[in-house]
Antibody, heavy 122, light 112 residues
């Protein structure tokens, strides 16, 4: 059974930093791209970042480029999101997700974690 | 960025009746290898999203056959042939044709 468990969320002041972690199990972690997606309370979903199986390729949403860094440790079956220069508008539930590549060439999250809450406030 | 627009934003359905959700993209989602990269997710209350449909019309593992997806170009539809109580939640479409991935704003489905 695929399991993704996020941790590291909490209350942080504007301008502060936070590191989110996502521990994966139930699949061969090193064979899959991984993603972070956030959800502002009561609102929709917003893609943040993707990272390739070996960590060599990373993609970011423009609004977080330079502030957020996605990384992974395949020995620990974990993916991370280092967030800095946090703003009130970064307040959200942050989900990690496993990415599946279909035979068509398309790709999407297929499994999601339960999310971790980040609140940016003074 | 490709903007995904869902209608309606909310839907109240009698159990056993059909339901339909529209998702329109601001740009045509180009086909590659004959496929369009459009996905549907359901987020039940208090839960994380779960994948329902991939590549427009393919049901993900374990998804009941009352769910179906269709469409091409800029217009896509998710249909539930006979709504059940367990289908309540917020439905999102998503495109991965182009980064950034973008989601529709969500359609809340409730039972009458």
């Amino acid at each position: 059974e695929v399991q993704l468990v996020e941790s590291g969320g909490g209350l942080v002041q504007p301008g502060g930093s936070l590191r989110l972690s996502c521990a994966a199990s139930g699949f061969t972690f090193s064979n899959y791209w991984m993603s972070w997606v956030r959800q502002v309370p009561g609102r929709g979903l917003e893609w943040m970042a993707n990272i390739k199986e070996d960590g060599s390729v990373k993609y970011y949403l423009d609004s977080v480029k330079g502030r957020f860094t996605i990384s992974r440790d395949n020995a620990q079956d974990s993916v991370y999101l280092q967030m800095s220069s946090l703003r009130a508008e970064d307040t959200a539930v942050y989900y990690c997700a496993k990415i599946f590549y279909y035979r068509s060439g398309g790709y999407s999250p297929d499994y999601w974690g339960q999310g971790t809450v980040v609140t940016v406030s003074s | 960025d490709i903007v995904m627009t869902q209608t309606p934003l909310s839907l109240s359905v009698t159990p056993g009746q059909p339901a339909s959700i529209s998702c329109k993209s601001s740009q045509s989602l180009p086909q590659s290898r004959g496929e369009t990269y459009l996905y549907w997710f359901l987020q039940k209350s208090g839960q994380s999203p779960q994948l329902l449909i991939y590549d427009v019309s393919n049901r993900f593992s374990g998804v009941p056959d009352r769910f179906s997806g269709s469409g091409s170009g800029t217009d896509f539809t998710l249909k539930i042939s006979r709504v059940e109580a367990e289908d309540v939640g917020v439905y999102y479409c998503m495109q991965s044709t182009q980064l950034p991935w973008t989601f529709g704003q969500g359609t809340k489905v409730e039972i009458k």
